[in-house]
């Protein structure tokens, strides 16, 4: 088959040549994500190593400007549910990750926003097999990102926000060694300036709740905030107070 002769072929390409082809990898970035949603295995299995031999010949400080096509090309490959045969291979996201981490902890602020997104997507089109061994890698990175109140401006933060509550959505049980720092992470939030992220914190708040044996020590947490807040962010505390309540009481 073509596609996976082509695929193999440049594989070979990327393992052994010296040439410089930085001005294409851009499109071969979106060439090989896209092939990886192929139905036929031989195809995105070819796929997937030579995407994992072009991502080893780049230079770490060199792959962050590649985050932003690979976002693009991720959300409009497959569809939230249905897994990519590809990602879902073992080890599927293994030669992505790289990328990702690089725009999520060196990108620019569009970079980084991008990355926190793309995590989301890629959650939400691989089988929770494939994605389990690298839960940890995600989510580390992903709470450091949205802790970093100086640093991180609001598109970054609401971003991560969701990431996060999708991995709640999708791979519970796989998430839930990091409730402590979610919970912390996410009420801390509800305090931030932004409105846009405090609504994303509300969200995944409520997305936590709905897994939390016991509620009464967040929900004193909670009325602590609106007491203590201006009007706008003590609305986003009470907020999250009550979303979960209402879900529980349903």
């Known amino acids: 088959m073509r596609r996976a002769s082509a695929a193999s072929t440049f594989a070979t390409f990327c393992a052994n ?42 230079d770490k400080d060199e792959m962050d400007v590649l985050m932003v096509p690979l976002r693009r090309t991720i959300e409009s490959t497959g569809a939230p549910g249905r897994f990519v045969p590809g990602l879902s ?9 790289p990328i990702i981490l690089a725009g999520l902890t060196g990108g620019n602020n569009e970079q980084r926003e991008h990355a926190a997104y793309s995590i989301a997507d890629i959650v939400e089109r691989t089988s929770e ?30 971003g991560t926000l969701y990431a996060l509550a999708v991995m709640l959505e999708r791979i519970l049980l796989f998430v ?23 609504l994303r914190a509300v969200a995944a708040l409520t997305v936590l709740m709905k897994h ?26 009470l907020a999250g107070a009550t979303a979960p309540t209402n879900r529980m009481t349903g």
């Not at 061994?133 to 598109?155: E, F, H, K, M, N």
């Not at 839930?176 to 405090?198: A, E, N």
Request: proline share 8%; hydrophobic share 40%; aromatic share 6%.
């Open 17 to 58: 040549t010296d040439l410089d082809f930085s001005a294409y990898r851009v499109d071969w970035i979106r060439h090989l994500v896209t092939l990886l949603d192929d139905r036929e295995k031989i195809v995105h299995e070819a796929a997937w190593r030579a995407l994992d031999e072009f991502v080893k010949s780049i």
């Open 89 to 97: 291979l073992d080890k599927g996201i293994a030669p992505i990750l």
């Open 129 to 158: 097999a494939s994605i389990r061994p690298y839960t940890t890698q995600l989510t580390g990175p992903l709470i450091r990102v949205i802790t970093q109140a100086t640093t991180s401006p609001p598109p970054v933060k609401g």
């Open 176 to 198: 839930k060694p990091f409730f402590p720092q979610l919970q912390r992470t996410f009420v801390k939030s509800l305090t931030d300036t932004s409105l846009s992220v405090r």
């Open 212 to 237: 939390q044996p016991r509620v009464d020590p967040l929900i004193s947490e909670l009325v602590g905030e609106i007491q203590s807040n201006e009007e706008a962010v003590a609305a986003s505390a």
